[in-house]
């Protein structure tokens, strides 16, 4: 592993990844391809930005000419494919990008994968793929049971990348990571939204009776699992990723509320998402094999990622002002108050 090619890295988790095999390894290049969506954010790389072992190029994993051309470029011998439309809400209006983006882009990256003959092909997946678990805990060979179109199109993306190990021999990795939560969060998904707007004094839209249960993990736990199955990780397997803990939502909002000395009265419950997932589990013995092992619990993930947001203003202020946000927030929630 030399020549990184870290596609969709500009987003939250790959921009983390980048950060933490930079500061890591000194042996390495990492190119970031990403074509810059709303979610994907140059500021998310700036403490790389003077790296001369890191390289940004600007591209649509869907774009067969503009992958090989950066793939022969940069002599790439390793791809880890962050780049997907990853949330769930905007899959129920748009469900075609998701589409697009996780299944073709997958497929499109798999075929460069197979023609430049890489040491290996990571994907990074998600507990959503196993659906809705009210009781247990999902194993890697677990049927797939997606419920969303987001968790539709990973599954395909899932099985495309399996597909291309077993037809063609691509050594293929998968990680299947439960909620995350650090730096870089775009501020549409729950804890950075539950974050500003505490902050701000707004409410917290809460769906349904909160009482939906995530395993939420800290990014640099996740970025930290992704390197041990990148180093340590068998070709064709699957690697559940996550600290195997639940919460419910509305303990993690009051929790939140809580850090940042703000009043309960701020949650404000809103009609439920169609389809909501009930709860989400992973058992993650099979990675702990290799010797990885969750370093934050919960409590410790929310605190410091509460402490980035209050120290961080400079980052989701902008983004939370524009248009963009702004529009879709409108879009989103206005309305729903139960
Ligand atoms: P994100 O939305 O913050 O970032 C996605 C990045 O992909 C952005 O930089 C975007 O510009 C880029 N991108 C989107 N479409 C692209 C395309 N066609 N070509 C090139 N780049 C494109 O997402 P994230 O939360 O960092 O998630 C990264 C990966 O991890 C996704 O595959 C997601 O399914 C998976 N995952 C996320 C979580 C989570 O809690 N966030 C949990 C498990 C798995
Ligand atoms: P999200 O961050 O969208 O991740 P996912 O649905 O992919 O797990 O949502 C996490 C949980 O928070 C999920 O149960 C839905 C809930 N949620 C809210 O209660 N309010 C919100 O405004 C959002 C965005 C999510």
Redesign the pocket.
């Known amino acids: 592993m030399k020549n990184i090619l870290v596609?969709?890295?500009?987003?939250?988790?790959?921009?983390?990844f980048v950060q933490l095999m930079l500061k890591k390894y000194d042996d390495i290049f990492v190119v970031v391809?990403?074509?810059?969506?709303?979610?994907?954010?140059l500021d998310?790389l700036l403490p790389v930005a003077d790296n001369p072992r890191y390289q940004f190029y600007k591209?649509?994993?869907?774009?067969s000419d503009e992958v090989n051309a950066a793939m022969g470029k940069y002599q790439i011998d390793t791809i880890v494919?962050?780049?997907?439309?990853?949330?769930v809400d905007r899959s129920l209006t748009d469900p075609g990008g998701f589409i697009?983006?996780?299944v073709y882009?997958t497929y499109i990256l798999l075929e460069a994968a197979k023609k430049h003959g890489v040491e290996r092909y990571h994907q990074?997946?998600?507990?959503?793929v196993y659906g809705a678990v009210l009781e247990g805990r999902s194993v890697e060979t677990d049927q797939l049971k997606p419920r969303s179109p987001?968790s539709a199109a990973?599954a395909g993306?899932d099985m495309m990348a399996l597909a291309y190990a077993t037809s063609f021999g691509v050594s293929v990795t998968i990680t299947?990571?439960?909620?995350?939560?650090g730096p870089?969060?775009?501020p549409e998904?729950v804890v950075p939204l539950f974050i500003i707007n505490a902050i701000d004094n707004q409410p917290l839209p809460l769906y349904g009776d909160g009482l939906q249960m995530r395993d939420y993990q800290h990014?640099f736990d996740?970025c930290e699992g992704i390197d041990m199955v990148l180093r340590h990780g068998q070709p064709g397997e699957i690697y559940n990723l996550g600290t195997g803990v639940e919460t419910t939502n509305i303990e993690m909002a009051r929790l939140i509320l809580k850090l940042l000395n703000k009043p309960e009265s701020l949650i404000q419950p809103i009609t439920d998402r169609p389809g909501h997932d009930r709860r989400y589990a992973l058992d993650c013995s099979k990675i702990k094999t290799l010797g990885w092992q969750s370093q934050h619990t919960f409590e410790q993930a929310i605190e410091s990622t509460v402490k980035w947001y209050a120290d961080n203003e400079w980052w989701w202020r902008k983004i939370k002002s524009g248009q963009h946000y702004r529009e879709y927030y409108q879009r989103q929630y206005a309305g729903r108050e139960r």
């Open positions: 596609t969709g890295g500009a987003g939250f988790i790959g921009s983390n391809y990403d074509k810059l969506s709303y979610a994907g954010n998310n591209g649509d994993i869907c774009e494919n962050f780049a997907a439309e990853t949330h697009q983006t996780d882009g990074i997946s998600t507990d959503e987001y990973k993306g299947r990571g439960s909620n995350n939560i870089y969060q775009y998904k990014v996740h």
